[in-house]
């Protein structure tokens, strides 16, 4: 369970994907930490500030981005910051209208889930 190493590779092959073609890159930074925000191996693993800051530092490369705002929400979700995770669901939650898309019951269970911390 080495999980510094795993997450050290997976972003090294992203910032070099990331050189390449920013926008195209967003998606192997957003697994990672996706991985990290919902995959139980990862519950003490230590890697949630690594991954927020991560995405954090990102996530204006695409303006438009819904996948980076989910992601963030869950990270905040799952490190209990009630305003950060209400802040990037309500910003998918407008983004997603702004394009005639009205939220799932995916992002809405995730927005309670956020309201309830």
Known sequence: KQYDKWFDFNKKEADEAFAKNQKEALG?????????AVNPDFEKA????KAIAMIENIKDVD???LA???CL???YL???NKA???????????KASAKGDEPNERVLAL???IESL
Do not use: F, W
Not at 84 to 94: F, P, R, S, V
């Open 84 to 94: 950060k995770g209400l802040e990037n669901i309500d910003t998918y939650i407008k």
């Open 46 to 49: 230590g890697l949630d500030d």
């Open 111 to 113: 927005k309670t889930k």
């Open 78 to 80: 799952k490190t209990r």
């Open 28 to 36: 192997g930074y957003i697994n990672t930490a996706y991985s990290i």
């Open 63 to 65: 303006p438009e981005s």
């Open 68 to 70: 980076v705002n989910y």
């Open 73 to 75: 929400a869950s990270l």
